[in-house]
């Protein structure tokens, strides 16, 4: 199983969310974060699609 963490490069673009909004929300405080649960396997290629993307590579595996 996959698990995602944002970390503290996020600059609040969104991009993660709009392209994978089952894994990635917005916080209270403007940033991104990641759901604290596995990644559920029909989730898996967008989830990776948006570490991808991020302009910051503020997303990282969490081991």
């Known amino acids: ?3 995602y963490r944002v970390n503290d490069l996020c600059i ?7 392209i994978c909004p089952e894994v990635f929300y917005m916080n ?3 940033l991104a974060s990641a ?4 990644v559920p396997k ?3 290629g967008a ?5 991808n ?6 997303i ?3 081991d």
């Open 1 to 3: 199983m996959m698990k």
């Open 12 to 18: 609040g673009c969104g991009l993660c969310t709009s």
């Open 28 to 30: 209270d405080t403007g």
């Open 35 to 38: 759901i604290e649960e596995d």
């Open 42 to 44: 029909e989730q898996e």
């Open 47 to 51: 989830a990776e699609e948006a570490k």
């Open 53 to 58: 993307s991020c302009p910051v590579n503020a």
């Open 60 to 62: 990282e595996n969490d």
